[in-house]
């Protein structure tokens, strides 16, 4: 990616690591508010939140929230709770997810809905979604409810959307693509796009690092789809193999799909149906996946996606700040390498 100008030739791999020391402190004032809004009489709901929300996440979404009000100069401290609001529903949809898909495993632990049921964690998502929607109104600005209240329901409608799509062999790329940019980069963009609402800035900065996110989750989502096929349970958080024997339409799946012979399209019809989903189905998977370069080709898509959001950036001036965020992106797409 051509950003890797940035670090002035450094050789070392793209990380986190500045992001995180950019924010480390605006971070700690987040975590106080989530822990403090996760709190309640009912002692289920703090256990069952604070093990997913202390699960080992990088809070990646909260951390564009208060990266981005470090590019924009930003001196208040309303980002604080709006970054805890985002985390919310990250989370919630989280737990939901987890429930819809029959999830055992959720970055390396046994999911909360494995421990606890699918009914608490369904409840419990819904309490985290109402605490969102207290710290948003607390903050008094509408058109920060609005901007997080939209990204919530495109979320959900994306949720929907990928849920007619499975086991459907003839999904589209473009209807995949509307998929992950609703269920994934919706919030990415608006936890960067409400940084400069409260920095009081203008639409067009307002556009810039909505696009900055949007165009950061789509590349993140792609190479998640990517990691299901070369990747293991250590490396993912999941198990390797899930969205192929959930009969989730990935990229990798289509792209392998559209490029099969009669053969390899008789084994991909099967396969998302559910009929080929042992262990030994899952390697042809990989096998067919790799031959016919699905992997390689989400991966450049996600290289693109990533320019993208590294572009958007430009019209804000340079720094500490700017040069995180561009790290971030080189460090989603290097995630796969």
Known sequence: MSATI???????????????????????????????RMQSDIPLIPELAGHLIAGGGKRMRPMLTLASAKLL??????HHRLAAAVEFIHTATL??????????????????????????????????????????????????????????AVIAEGEVNQLTAVRRIDLSEERYL???????AALFAAACRIAAVVAERTEADEAALDA?????????????????????????GKDAGDDFREGKMTLPII?????????????????????????????EAVARVQATRAVDDT?????????????ALGRFDGGAAKDAMIEAVEFAVARAY
């Not at 606890?116 to 920060?144: T, Y």
């Not at 509307?178 to 994934?184: M, N, S």
């Not at 165009?215 to 293991?232: E, H, M, P």
């Not at 991966?299 to 996606?305: C, D, E, I, K, T």
């Open 212 to 236: 900055y996110g949007r165009n950061l989750g789509i590349a993140f989502q792609l190479v998640d789809d990517a990691l299901d096929y070369t990747s293991d349970a250590g490396t993912m």
């Open 6 to 36: 940035h670090r002035l030739g450094d050789k070392r791999p793209p990380s986190l690591d500045p992001m995180l020391a950019l924010v480390a402190h605006d971070m700690n004032l987040v975590n106080k508010a989530i822990l403090d």
């Open 299 to 311: 991966l450049a898509r996600a290289r693109h996606y990533g320019q993208r959001a590294i572009d």
């Open 255 to 283: 792209l392998a799909y559209a490029r099969a012979d009669a053969e390899g399209r008789s084994f991909w019809q099967e396969a998302v149906l559910g009929r080929r989903i042992s262990d030994a189905d899952f390697a």
């Open 73 to 78: 100069g930003y001196p208040g401290a309303r």
């Open 178 to 184: 509307d998929i992950i940019g609703a269920k994934t």
């Open 95 to 152: 737990l939901h997810d987890d429930v819809v898909d029959s999830s055992d495993l959720r970055r390396g632990r046994r999911t909360a809905n494995i421990i606890w049921g699918n009914p608490a964690s369904v409840l419990v998502g819904d309490f985290l979604f109402s605490r969102s929607f207290e710290l948003m109104v607390e903050d008094g600005s509408l058109k920060v409810l609005k901007i997080l209240s939209n990204a919530s």
